[in-house]
Nanobody, 122 residues
Framework: QVQLVESGGGLVQVGDSLTLSCVIS????????MGWFRQAPGKEREFVAA??????IRDYADAVKGRFTISRDNAKMVLQMTDLKSEDTAEYYC?????????????????WGQGTQVTVSS
């Protein structure tokens, strides 16, 4: 059984930085495309970023390009968030799938974490 666990959420100020991490159990991390999604109150869950199994391909939502960086190693996946804005406030979810990272923005990944809250205060 694949389990994803996020960590690193919290309360920050506009313009601050925050790093989220995701670890996996039940499958080798290197065998899956990984990604981040988020859901703000009253809104649908949306794609944030994805990374291929070897880290060569990265995809970002337009809203976070240039501010967020997704990366991975053999132990975890990381989302580095800089220049945070109030509109980045959301529950952030780690996701994983056997399909390509390039399609993660348009699919429903097979595996999900429980989420970690990010609140950006002005």
């Amino acid at each position: 059984q694949v389990q994803l666990v996020e960590s690193g959420g919290g309360l920050v100020q506009v313009g601050d930085s925050l790093t989220l991490s995701c670890v996996i159990s039940g499958r080798p991390l290197r065998s899956l495309a990984m990604g981040w999604f988020r859901q703000a109150p009253g809104k649908e869950r949306e794609f944030v970023a994805a990374i291929s199994p070897k880290g060569r391909i990265r995809d970002y939502a337009d809203a976070v390009k240039g501010r967020f960086t997704i990366s991975r190693d053999n132990a975890k996946m990381v989302l580095q968030m800089t220049d945070l804005k109030s509109e980045d406030t959301a529950e952030y979810y780690c996701a994983a799938d056997d399909r390509a990272a390039e399609v993660m923005s348009v699919i429903q990944p097979d595996y999900w974490g429980q989420g970690t809250q990010v609140t950006v205060s002005s």
